[in-house]
């Protein structure tokens, strides 16, 4: 008995998985791309001068990584160690352009909220 009923629910899942499938095929057909609402897509993304100032300052703080990295480890050495130096100069720059990297995004995320807090709703800009 139990295997007999075990068969029929078996069935009857399948049946009614089938219903829904057929359903929600049928209600998607209903709609054509072009009738479905356009909508607005809100933004809450920092100004694009900001961001230039941040990706700058990203910039300047590599360079001056480099050079702090390089003139270190050119201190550090005393014949000809240009390769060395190179090296320095570029972990140096990597590390400082990192660094400021990582406060640039602090920053414009918060200003993104103070905005928020300060002015609800109107942060946001339509984005073409």
Same mark, same amino acid.
């Given at each position: 008995m139990t295997g007999e009923n075990l068969e029929e629910s078996t069935h009857e899942e399948k049946k009614f998985e089938q219903e829904i499938s057929s359903m929600a095929t049928q209600s998607l057909e209903e709609f054509s791309i072009s009738s479905l609402p356009l909508t607005e897509t809100? !933004?809450?993304?920092?100004?694009? @001068? @900001?961001? %230039?100032?941040?990706?700058?300052? /990203?910039?300047?703080?590599? %360079?001056?990584?480099? $050079?702090?990295?390089?003139?270190?480890?050119? $201190?550090q050495c005393?014949?000809?160690?240009?390769? /060395?130096?190179?090296?320095?100069? %570029?972990?140096?720059?990597?590390?400082?352009?990192?660094?400021?990297? /990582?406060?640039?995004? %602090?920053?414009?995320?918060?200003?993104?909220?103070?905005? !928020?807090k300060k002015h609800p709703g109107e942060n946001t800009t339509r984005k073409n």
């Open positions: 809100l !933004t809450a993304e920092p100004s694009r @001068s @900001s961001q %230039l100032l941040a990706f700058g300052s /990203i910039i300047i703080g590599g %360079l001056c990584g480099g $050079l702090i990295g390089f003139a270190f480890t050119d $201190l005393s014949d000809g160690c240009s390769g /060395i130096s190179g090296i320095g100069g %570029l972990v140096g720059a990597l590390v400082g352009a990192g660094g400021v990297g /990582i406060v640039a995004i %602090l920053v414009l995320r918060a200003m993104n909220e103070w905005k !928020t």
